[in-house]
């Protein structure tokens, strides 16, 4: 079957089974199209929460679809590749967390969607890039905070929110890739395009862009700002959603490197064989689900 044969029989079963397909801002082109929401960790834990579906099809990555299972437990949440995990989100567990906590009491924990429910439990709030500025201006400023996992992304909400946090030294491979001399050398190669990137990224490149953003953040900018011409420093699977979303304008990757390898895990062959099968299906246990879930509602309700 080829891609478009695929994407009509996907279509063809959601609606049979009354399934909603979301698919993030990093998957492969083919499957953005097929899906019926496309978004960041933000909009999508929206749309799951929303969604008066039979079951949810996640196009992402496992903490993704656990934060779905958190938000709607009555819903199935099918990820069609168990596989497709999140090295960041990996960086942090439970023990060290409490370890943390113990050496600064009555801190504030803020973490990062990009985690495990565990760690969601024991957290105070979770965030997403959209939303990390806010939520950090949201802690009393007479509160300590700690911020985790990903060093960069706390590291430059805090310095945005104007507020001092301890950050846990987790980091995404796939943003890490991208260095100073690759903001030099695509500057040089498209002179007057707007350098846009992820606050993933390490902060000797975030201090070189002329835009920091999460990834809806990067499409509202592009979409206001007057020039014509970005470099973008994220996923590549982020390109895709840019061209569609703001038509006459031009988007080069920063590098070609940034390939999120678990993002890339999800093909539309494993998403209709998921919906044939209806599985496999991500689960939390009741007990951890509803600790986590005061520290998931909290973050979807700030605004992005
Ligand atoms: S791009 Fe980075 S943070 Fe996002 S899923 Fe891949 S490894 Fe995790």
């Given at each position: 079957m080829d891609h478009a044969a695929m994407q009509a029989e996907i279509r063809r079963l959601a609606k049979e089974k009354g399934a909603v397909i979301l698919a993030h801002n990093y998957q492969r082109p083919e499957v953005q199209d097929v899906a019926d929401f496309v978004g960041d960790s933000l909009g999508l834990s929206r749309q799951a929460a929303a969604t008066t579906a039979n079951m949810t099809v996640f196009c992402g990555v496992h903490f993704m679809a656990e934060t779905a299972a958190i938000l709607a437990p009555e819903r199935p949440v099918i990820l069609?590749?168990?596989?497709?995990?999140c090295p960041m989100a990996d960086m942090v567990d439970v023990a060290g967390l409490e370890e943390l906590k113990a050496e600064h009491p009555g801190a504030v924990v803020i973490t990062y969607v990009n985690s495990s429910a565990d760690v969601k439990a024991i957290s105070d709030i979770c965030c997403t890039s959209a939303n990390a500025v806010d939520i950090i201006r949201s802690v009393p400023a007479d509160k300590e905070i700690i911020f985790t996992p990903d060093r960069n992304l706390g590291t430059w909400a805090a310095q945005k929110a104007g507020r001092w946090v301890t950050v846990w030294p987790g980091f995404c491979p796939t943003h890490g890739l991208i260095g100073v001399d690759d903001v030099e050398k695509a500057r040089l190669a498209h002179p007057g395009a707007k350098v846009v990137v992820h606050p993933e990224c390490e902060t000797d490149v975030v201090a070189l862009a002329d835009a920091v953003e999460s990834t809806s953040g990067m499409i509202r900018f592009c979409q206001k700002d007057d020039s014509k011409e970005y470099i973008i420093g994220t996923e590549l699977g982020m390109i895709h959603r840019l061209q569609k979303d703001c038509p006459g304008k031009t988007f080069h990757p920063?590098?070609?490197?940034?390939?999120?390898p678990n993002m890339k895990l999800i093909t539309l062959e494993k998403v209709l064989k998921a919906l044939q099968k209806e599985g496999p299906v991500v689960s939390v246990p009741e007990e951890v689900r509803v600790k986590a879930l005061r520290a998931v509602q909290r973050m979807v309700e700030v605004g992005a």
């Open positions: 069609p590749d168990e596989e497709a995990g920063l590098t070609q490197l940034t390939v999120c």
